[in-house]
């Protein structure tokens, strides 16, 4: 607070509203009375802050992860106004995901005019029972994103009927499957529908995938918009002349883009794996399905019974691999990418890991930044080392890496007394 007064002598803007409050009540009585100003304001808030105030105190206190353990936020209620729903419609994500969408009379709410909402899944419409023409209660969860929370059934119009889910994509007209658990509906067009092929190119492209230097966000978005490429198998038949010719493109970073292709061709079965997006497939389980069956086509022809012995593999993601490769689009892009040149080395199945060593079959979590290594680096040297590297502390955990930084998951891989290592331990007990 100090500090605050101290930026307000000097002619700097500094809230107004800033008060020191001491205790838990005279904190809950800030947070009404600026509650109550809310509609008055001149922009928009949506709740106030809890700072310790002494900064020695807050060094003392520090931070976990990103946030620091000497403030918290507390949220206002969202909040809420009523409008009519004019349609409902299916939008198709990333990951084939069916989510329906309210298209709403537009409304003003939390400072901004909604014209949209989501309703989430089959299970919050069925909760909801949200039909085409019903009056409903709209807020801006968190104040960001809109939702649907409640139908003014009293004002419901006779003859509206239910919303009923298409069992086919409204994009690519592919088979919609439904989860173990009856909530997410998912398209099975995978990488040639439309909705879907952007992400699925840039998840390709990407760093822990294939790798293609330069092939950022906005040139996927232009070439699938051009319809020049319809699949990940089609960026290999790009050429340095078209590229060059496209907008922000020149002819060094056409030939560097060009370049970086050809460097993609030579890859890993599990980098592979990982950049088809196979749903429910990260890096670790594409590793470890690439050491099970040591080929793609074993891969391939394997059963959810014969998936489920690979560990980590349960049978929801197990029925996941089995669908994704039973899909004869999915088998075409597979077999476009083979006769592209897209090669890997195979090898003989195996439940062992790569390497034997100090870290073979152990489960390693890293945590914070390290000084000799990246975060992507460390992973990489591990596995190669015969580790299983996750991203959260468990029972199961064998060892921690921990770097500058280090927050939560330090402090629970202490209370479960999992071994922690800095990085000069690390590499010491790996060669």
């Not at 978005?221 to 290999?236: C, G, H, N, W, Y």
């Not at 959810?304 to 089995?322: F, M, Q, W, Y």
């Not at 439940?351 to 990489?380: C, H, N, W």
């Amino acid at each position: 607070m100090d500090l605050l007064n101290q930026l307000r002598a000097m002619g700097l803007p500094v809230n107004p509203l800033a008060r020191e409050a001491v205790g838990i009540d005279a904190c809950i009585t800030y947070y009404e009375h600026i509650l109550e100003q809310r509609p008055a304001l001149a922009y928009e808030i949506d709740g106030v802050v809890y700072k310790v105030s002494p900064v020695r105190d807050q060094q003392a206190l520090g931070f976990v992860s990103r946030a620091p353990r000497w403030a918290m936020a507390h949220k206002f209620p969202a909040q809420e106004e009523t409008t009519q729903i004019k349609a409902i419609e299916i939008q198709v994500g990333r990951t084939g995901a069916l989510t329906p969408v309210a298209r709403l009379e537009p409304v003003f709410v939390g400072g901004v005019t909604v014209s949209n909402a989501t309703l989430h899944n089959a299970a919050e419409i069925e909760r909801l029972d949200a039909r085409v023409g019903d009056t409903v209660v709209v807020r801006r969860a968190g104040d960001v994103i809109p939702e649907v929370v409640s139908v003014v059934l009293a004002e419901r119009k006779k003859g509206a009927r239910r919303f009923k889910f298409p069992s086919e994509c409204p994009v690519c007209n592919s088979t919609v499957a439904v989860d173990a658990g009856g909530i997410i509906r998912r398209c099975t067009g995978g990488l040639i529908c439309s909705a879907q092929v952007k992400e699925a190119i840039k998840h390709f492209v990407s760093r822990r995938a294939l790798d293609v230097e330069g092939m950022g966000e906005k040139l996927v978005d232009q070439l699938v918009e051009m319809t020049r490429i319809k699949s990940p198998a089609d960026l290999f038949t790009l050429t340095r002349d078209e590229l060059a010719a496209l907008e922000r493109m020149g002819s060094k970073s056409a030939s560097n883009l060009i370049k970086a292709l050809e460097k993609a061709r030579s890859t890993t079965l599990a980098r592979f794996l990982y950049a088809l997006g196979i749903p429910q497939v990260g890096e670790a389980t594409a590793q470890a399905l690439a050491d099970a069956f040591g080929g793609l086509d074993r891969l391939m022809e394997a059963s959810v019974d014969r998936l489920e012995e690979v560990p980590d593999v349960g049978p929801i993601v197990a029925g996941e691999i089995v669908r994704f490769f039973k899909a004869s689009h999915n088998r075409a892009v597979i077999s476009d990418l083979r006769k592209r040149g897209v090669v890997w080395q195979e090898g003989l199945p195996t439940s062992a890991p790569a390497v034997e060593g100090y870290f073979s079959g152990k489960t390693v979590v890293i945590t914070g930044t390290l000084p000799g290594m990246s975060r992507d680096q460390a992973k990489d040297w591990l596995m190669a080392r015969g580790a299983k590297v996750t991203g959260s502390v468990s029972k199961k955990t064998d060892f921690l890496i921990a770097g500058e930084e280090a927050g939560s998951k330090l402090e629970k891989a202490l209370a479960l007394d999992i071994a922690v290592l800095d990085e000069d331990q690390m590499r010491a007990m790996g060669e």
